[in-house]
């Protein structure tokens, strides 16, 4: 096609010979290019402007190409939020709570810790008419009703508001992951120590709950004293640290007590230089082990997160450590790691990894999205790439095999090593009736809604298509042949209507017929 300057030139270049009065629809045709040949369908790369009869401007490719189902709605196919096969659930961030997240999922995959809540007594839930809404109330049922959600949901993500709601923390505001972890563990405990099955009321404990005592000794008379005392987890300082031994053995190091800081002893009946240190006496069959990476600094006054590289090994022996009691199991396994991405102590995103106790393999949970890990290995390697995650950096150490190392990593859970022999009930956990009920409710209102969008698409579907036959039918017509009729009609009212032609008003052509016989008549004159 000839340019656009060009064509001007030659459909008005009569203007120079012809008269006014001698003005005859010949004129008008060559004035508005009524008469030059369209363009080749499928060639024509480029709106031709100056050619009405180019129809590449209002969609040729788009109507008369392959169809596209998906250009004819904007609805996402809801299959894309259904849960694939052999697959986690994943949790929807409510604007801050990722750091719930990640804790939800990593105690979730707590067997023993799931199994007990569901056998929680909850009469409200199992007096539940199916025809009738049931809303939980107390934590304990919220945490039981996701927990079941997570297990045998039907979506991809569960929405975890309810139990957000009746913890009281706010969306908007990220709070101190590890203080949110001793603060629910704590009311955990007091909610399931108020149940009637005495199985049930020392659950926490059972699980999660060491002893040690913190035992002076008085520098001038020697004598020793201690005081018991229980954990739910071990606080680790990891600066000047490289690996989880060091910090351990840290934390249970000798400290002096001297000048100020001088110990009253009862012996003494006066103040005495002595020594202090913690004597790990038993450990809980699931160890959490919390990083101190967010730490005050005095110079500003505000907390700041310390990007130091820590080696953990996916077994770990706890024996050397422990007094007394030599009897019981000290090897411990790698069963989750609690990620922080993020430069400040203030902001940044929580991520988990955590290992699946009955198949041995890795996921990595981020909000709604679950990925399994290749080979059944921890793969930390993506999350320790991210270059803002510190401002100076430095170097990461090689790890030995059966070793990792994280900067971002603030908390470590154990599980204490099991006979290879694992009896498999300990690894199925089957959800009660009363909470199975639940879930079937609420993946029934799950189908509804996706045959209801399935129908939404298809009526969309259907109506496009016959839309693009109506338009293909209309192309065919297009331009028109000597000796056709034809009208002038606004470019835009076309665009509008090829693309809602229900939405769009009709076009007054009365002008434009009565133009055409007066050309018309003036061609026979």
Sequence with gaps: MAPRVQLEKAAWRWVETVKPEDIKLEHIELAYRIRLPACKRGTCRRNCKGNPNCLVGIG???????IDENAFHNIDDPNSERRDKNTFVGLTNLGATCYVNTFLQVWFHNLELRRSLYQCHNSRAQEHNIKSDYEPQSICEHLQYLFAL???????????????????????????????????????????????????????????CGQFSYVTMCNQCGRSSALPSRFYELELNIQGHKNITECVTEFLKEEKLEGDNRYFCECCQSKQNATRRIRLHSLPPTLNLQLMRFVFDRQTGHKKKLNTFISFPEQLDMGPFLEGKQDQKCVYELSAVLIHRGISAYSGHYIAHVKDARTGDWYKFNDEEIEKMEGKKLQLGIEEDIAETVKSQTRKPKCSKGYHCSRNAYMLVYKVQEEESLDPSRTNVEVPAFLQ??????????????????????????????KHEEVKELYELLPARDGEQYEFIPLDW?????????????????????????LAHASTE
Aim: glycine share 4%; with cysteine.
């Design 60 to 66: 040729e490719h788009a109507w008369l190409g392959e």
């Design 150 to 208: 997570l297990q045998n949901s039907n979506r991809k993500y569960i929405d975890p508001s309810g139990l957000v709601k009746a913890l009281g923390l706010d969306t908007g505001q990220q709070q101190d992951a590890q203080e949110f972890s001793k603060l629910f563990l704590s009311l955990l405990e007091d909610t399931l120590s108020k149940q009637k099955n005495p199985s049930l009321q020392n659950v926490i404990q059972q699980q999660f």
């Design 437 to 466: 009920r639940l879930v079937d409710q609420d993946n029934h209102k799950f189908e509804e809604w996706c045959n209801e969008m399935a129908d939404m698409r298809k009526q969309s579907v259907d109506k496009g298509k016959a």
């Design 494 to 518: 076309l665009k509008k209507w090829l693309d809602d032609s229900t939405a769009t008003k009709e076009i007054d052509c009365s002008f434009s017929i009565v133009l055409t016989q007066k």
